[in-house]
Antibody, heavy 121, light 107 residues
Framework: EVQLVESGGGLVQPGRSLRLSCAAS????????MHWVRQAPGKGLEWVSG????????AYADSVKGRFTISRDNAKNSLYLQMNGLRAEDMALYYC??????????????WGKGTTVTVSS | DIQMTQSPSTLSASVGDRITITCRAS??????LAWYQQKPGKAPKLLIY???SLESGVPSRFSGSGSGTEFTLTISSLQPDDFATYYC?????????FGQGTKVEIK
């Protein structure tokens, strides 16, 4: 079964850091680009970041550029999102999603259930 | 950056109705458009890609059309399981925006 399982969310104070993880199974993880997409409470979907199959291409939304870093470990079938300088507006459910192709510019055909990030003092 | 605008924001309909949701791009995106369905408390699910290609396992009552800047998602006969929020997404760029969503609710 194709599966993505996110972890690492939690309550964090403004300005602090958090690292999200996504464990992939059921498909050849190294062959595909991956994304992080978030959804603030009661709001729509917002693409956050994407990474190519070989980590050669990374992309970020303007809202997180310079604060968030996406990475992957193909040997561990894992995707990560390092979030620094967290703000109240970063509070959301963060989804890990698989791209249909090797570059992070396609549609997302598999999604995890998400991990919640709460930013509050 | 390309902006995606969906209409309507909310749509009230009954079981058996034919419904159409529109998604407009701020500039031409050829056929690089996907549609997703999201139910409350659940992750989004891919329905359609490349504007009109049905993802495997998705019922044939769902269909997509359009190219350039205007796209539609049609459900030919609304079923109870279809009440959800639907999002369009432009892709084939390194900053793939989503539309703001259309909530389909029971009339």
């Amino acid at each position: 079964e194709v599966q993505l399982v996110e972890s690492g969310g939690g309550l964090v104070q403004p300005g602090r850091s958090l690292r999200l993880s996504c464990a992939a199974s059921g498909f050849t993880f190294p062959d595909y680009a991956m994304h992080w997409v978030r959804q603030a409470p009661g709001k729509g979907l917002e693409w956050v970041s994407g990474i190519s199959w070989d980590s050669g291409v990374v992309a970020y939304a303007d809202s997180v550029k310079g604060r968030f870093t996406i990475s992957r470990d193909n040997a561990k079938n894992s995707l990560y999102l390092q979030m620094n300088g967290l703000r109240a507006e970063d509070m959301a459910l963060y989804y890990c999603a698989k791209d249909w192709g090797p570059l992070p510019r396609g549609y997302m055909d598999v999604w995890g259930k998400g991990t919640t990030v709460t930013v509050s003092s | 950056d390309i902006q995606m605008t969906q209409s309507p924001s909310t749509l009230s309909a009954s079981v058996g109705d034919r419904i159409t949701i529109t998604c407009r791009a701020s500039q031409s995106i050829s056929s690089w458009l996907a549609w997703y369905q999201q139910k409350p408390g659940k992750a989004p699910k891919l329905l359609i890609y490349k504007a009109s290609s049905l993802e495997s396992g998705v019922p044939s009552r769902f269909s997509g059309s359009g190219s350039g800047t205007e796209f539609t998602l049609t459900i030919s006969s609304l079923q109870p399981d279809d009440f959800a929020t639907y999002y369009c997404q432009q892709y084939n760029s390194y900053s793939p925006p989503f539309g703001q969503g259309t909530k389909v609710e029971i009339k």
